[in-house]
């Protein structure tokens, strides 16, 4: 499925070579529900599926041919049922060779207090998780639910072994998330990553913090998150996660979230603040509904929240994802702060001239994409025709079609390069491109379809896919307008 291995510094060479100054990447931890990202069973630990097991013989803890894939591997799509039984068995098989030396280990002790604020309560949650079979944290003894002391303790030392295992993963997450970062670094690369507003309900964030979010005392929701009917579904999407308890995060001073703010910049140097139009408003679901149109608008944090976090960890870097029902309000809460917002190019032509997504309507203070992971490939969204469940009619993608061709002055023949071209000639101060748009690809390498949980978050790329040709022609317009790390100092 893709890993922290010698593909990810691959690829790293591939975006220094096409003089890409920036790595943009999903959220990097466990998967969830549909093994969506923006799901896991935890907002601050790292994906184990992602340790690369040729580090791992390189440091000793497994034999090289052990950390072969299965030959049946598919270059293009993940299996992850599949993924998670190789990889598990192997790394199990690595946890006994590091047993031996995990006390004597500094830097993994030193990890262990970096970690203090969230890895007790991941380490044994993961534990107490598989001791279940898997079951949601809801459906375990009551006094392990509701989380007694007495309880704890005992599972803690009855799940002993299971727990450092557990730690083991982060570690080894950790050790090769640092030694990546820092080779980007060295090309010139830097990362951006990605905070979800909302977490999952089987997580251990709400089983430890259950005070913080908007479920009862046996931890069922009360509430969930959502968003209303929009461009992507007809009904809205019912999300399913909790909700903040936003008053009682306020009398803590936010205290979870700047563990998290500080968690995540340890490993990325900018973040997309997902949903940033949840931290003025967010859509309010009764937990027992069907779709998503029965719900309210009830407020967030506002401005009183970033101006905590900023008190307490510094000025940050983020990218406000404020894409949805963007109200003055949330224009003035991301402008108090200075958040540059997205604008996304497969938007901009089916509303018409004025479209806030159209590149002569940019300001500078923004992150001009192509499309995101919840778009289809701007290859697929061209050649779409409608289909019973768009929201589009056939009408009005032929208008939008006609639009975009008299735009961007194309026959449309490769548009993925007229949209990548649009967004780096604009006036944005940062250009992103899904990889998917840079080699081309069709509906067949869509990441997302919101509003469904199957299919979703399998498309990977094939190393023979990152030619020296898509490099060099990536590197040409990123020249030409002037977007290397370079010619920005030399214009700054």
């Known amino acids: 499925m893709g890993d922290l291995g010698p593909g990810a510094y691959r690829f790293a060479d591939f975006l220094a070579d096409s003089h ?22 935890s907002a601050f ?23 072969e894939p299965p030959k049946d591997a598919t270059p293009e799509r993940v299996n992850y049922q599949a993924a998670a039984r190789f990889k598990h068995a192997m790394l199990r098989q690595a946890f006994q060779e590091f047993r031996k030396r995990a006390a004597s280990d500094p830097e993994f002790q030193e ?19 598989d001791a279940h079979g898997g079951a949601p944290w809801t459906g375990w003894d009551p006094d392990v639910r509701s989380r007694k002391p007495q309880a704890l303790s005992a599972a803690r030392e009855r799940l002993a072994d299971e727990v450092l295992y557990q730690e083991f993963l982060q570690y080894e997450f950790h050790r090769q998330w640092v030694a990546l970062r820092e080779y980007c670094h060295q090309r010139g690369v830097g990362l951006i990553g990605d905070i979800p507003i909302f977490v999952a309900h089987d997580s251990v964030d709400v089983w430890a913090h259950p005070d913080i979010f908007a479920v009862d005392s046996l931890g069922h929701l009360t509430v969930m998150a959502g968003v209303p009917p929009d461009y992507f579904a007809r009904d809205g999407q019912l999300w399913g996660n909790p909700l903040y308890r936003w008053d009682v995060l306020r009398e803590r001073g936010y205290d979870w979230w700047i563990d998290r703010f500080r968690t995540t910049f340890d490993r990325f140097d900018a973040v997309r603040l997902d949903h940033f139009i949840g931290f ?11 779709t998503a149109r029965n719900g309210r608008y009830s407020p967030g944090p506002g401005a009183h929240f970033f101006e905590s ?64 992971h919840d778009n289809d490939t701007t290859a697929g969204w061209f050649h779409d025709r409608g289909s019973p469940t768009s929201t589009r009619s056939p009408e009005e ?14 026959d449309g023949r490769e548009i993925q390069w007229d949209l990548i071209r649009l967004a780096l000639m604009s006036v944005a101060d940062t ?12 509906s067949e390498a869509r990441m997302n379809t919101p509003g469904t949980s199957q299919g979703n978050w399998e498309w990977r790329c094939p190393q023979a896919a990152l030619s020296g ?3 060099c022609r990536l590197a040409l317009l990123t020249d030409t307008y002037s977007r290397t790390a370079e010619a920005q100092r030399q214009t700054a």
Request: charged share 20%.
């Open 20 to 41: 890409q100054g920036w790595w943009q990447m999903l959220p990097v931890s466990p998967t969830g529900f549909g093994n969506s990202p923006y799901m896991s069973p």
């Open 45 to 67: 630990a790292g994906n184990e599926l992602s340790i690369s097991l040729e580090r791992l013989a390189d440091d000793g803890l497994l034999h090289l041919q052990d950390a």
């Open 111 to 129: 990890f262990r207090g970096q970690a203090a604020s969230w890895l007790p309560d991941f380490a044994l949650f993961g534990a107490l998780r």
């Open 280 to 290: 003025q408003r967010y859509w309010e679901v009764p937990a027992d509904a069907r």
């Open 309 to 372: 976090v900023f008190k307490t960890l510094g000025p940050l870097e983020l990218i406000a994802e404020d894409l949805g029902n963007v109200t003055p309000e949330v224009v003035a809460l991301r402008n108090r702060f200075d958040f540059p917002g997205m604008r996304v190019l497969q938007f901009a032509f089916a509303d018409g001239s004025s479209c806030i997504h159209l590149p002569h309507t940019f300001p500078r203070r923004c992150a001009a994409y192509t499309g995101t």
């Open 397 to 410: 993608i032929r208008r939008e079609h006609e639009f975009v061709l008299r735009y961007a002055g194309t």
């Open 431 to 442: 250009a992103v491109f899904p990889l998917q748009d840079v080699l081309g690809l069709g």
């Open 469 to 471: 040709e898509v490099a």
